[in-house]
C-alpha cells in the first residue's frame, strides 16, 4: 500500500527494489508498466526476456523499429513473439505501432497474427498507429476494428498502397462497432484530413455520438496547426468547418464542450 504512493517516483521504487525481497516484486511492477522497443538490437535483447516472464507487469507497449537502415520486414518473427507473449499475459492496456511494415507479412505469419490481434482486443483500450504501412486501407481498418475496446486512437502518418499485394494480413477479423471517446489525427492538409475523417468514422464504422473529443494536427511537422472540433451528431461538418478556419486553433486550454479558437 505504501509503494503504491511512489508509483511516480522511479528513484526511490529502484531504492526499494534493491532493499528487501519483499519490496521487489511490487516495485518492480511499478517499474516496469511502460515498455519501449525501438531499435533492433532492443528488439533482440527484449525477446527472450519477455518470453520468460520478465515483463508480465507491462501496461503500455510502443512497438517499433525506427532505424532506416534496417530490413524492417526480417524481424518480423520477433515482432510476433512479443505480441503472442503479451496476448497470453492479458495485461496490455496500450498498444502503440511505430514504423510497423504489415504490408511485409509473410503468408505463412499472416494467420498467426490475426490470431494474436484477436487476443490481444480483448485488453487494450488505448491504440496509437504512427508512420505504420499497409497493403491497403482497409488492412489498416481492419486492424482498427479488431480492438472494441478501444477508446483512444491515434493515427498520424500512415500509408497505404494504392492496390492489395494479395491476401491481406488482417482480412478476417472481426468487425466490431467501435465507441471510441477520443479520436486524434494527423495530415498534411486539409482536404486530406476531412477524406480521413471521413472514411475512419464511416469504414471503421465509429459510433460517432460516443465520440467527446476530436483533434487533429494539420500541416507538417514544422509548421502544425492544431484544430479541436466540437463533437454532435455531425462531426464532420463541424471538422470541415474548423479545418477551413484561417487562424485555427492551437493548442488544448478548454474542455472540448464547445467550439475552441
Same mark, same amino acid.
Given at each position: ?25 511490487v ?23 519477455i ?8 501496461r ?13 520486414e526480417?524481424?518480423?518473427?520477433a515482432?510476433l ?9 492479458r ?20 494467420k ?14 488505448? $491504440? ?6 499497409? #497493403? /491497403? ?5 481492419? =486492424? @482498427?476494428?479488431?480492438?472494441? %475496446?478501444c ?8 500509408v ?17 462497432? $467501435?465507441?471510441?471517446?477520443d479520436?486524434?489525427? #494527423? /495530415?498534411s492538409?486539409?482536404?486530406?484530413? =476531412? @477524406?480521413?475523417?471521413?472514411? %475512419?468514422?464511416?469504414?471503421?464504422a ?28 455531425s ?8 479545418c477551413t ?17
Amino acid at each position: 500500500m505504501i509503494l503504491q504512493y511512489l508509483v511516480d517516483d522511479k528513484a526511490t521504487l529502484r531504492a526499494c527494489s534493491q532493499t528487501a525481497h519483499d519490496f521487489r516484486h511490487v516495485s518492480l511492477s511499478f517499474l516496469g508498466r511502460h515498455l519501449r522497443i525501438d531499435a533492433a538490437d532492443r528488439l533482440k535483447e527484449c525477446t527472450p526476456l519477455i518470453t520468460k516472464g520478465a515483463f508480465q507487469h507491462v501496461r503500455s507497449l510502443d512497438l517499433g523499429v525506427n532505424n532506416e537502415r534496417v530490413i524492417l520486414e526480417a524481424y518480423w518473427d520477433a515482432y510476433l513473439v512479443i505480441l503472442k507473449t503479451f496476448a497470453q499475459y492479458r495485461t496490455l492496456n496500450r498498444l502503440w505501432f511505430s514504423e510497423i511494415p504489415f504490408h511485409f507479412v509473410e503468408h505463412s505469419q499472416k494467420k498467426s497474427l490475426r490470431d494474436t490481434i484477436v487476443a490481444l482486443g480483448s485488453t487494450v483500450t488505448e $491504440l496509437g498507429l504512427y508512420g505504420c504501412h499497409f #497493403s /491497403s486501407y482497409e488492412e489498416m481498418i481492419s =486492424l @482498427i476494428r479488431s480492438f472494441p %475496446l478501444c477508446g483512444f486512437l491515434f493515427i498520424r502518418d500512415c500509408v497505404t498502397g494504392e492496390k492489395d499485394t494479395g491476401e491481406n494480413a488482417l482480412a478476417r477479423l472481426p468487425k466490431h462497432q $467501435l465507441s471510441i471517446k477520443d479520436l486524434q489525427l #494527423s /495530415s498534411s492538409s486539409s482536404n486530406g484530413l =476531412l @477524406i480521413d475523417v471521413s472514411n %475512419l468514422i464511416e469504414d471503421a464504422a465509429l459510433d460517432v455520438k460516443s465520440l467527446t473529443s476530436l483533434v487533429c494536427d494539420v500541416g507538417n511537422s514544422e509548421k502544425t496547426r492544431r484544430v479541436a472540433v466540437a463533437v454532435s451528431d455531425s462531426p464532420m461538418e463541424q471538422c470541415q468547418m474548423a479545418c477551413t478556419e484561417s487562424g485555427g486553433y492551437q493548442g488544448m486550454h478548454k474542455p472540448l464542450s464547445c467550439w475552441l479558437y
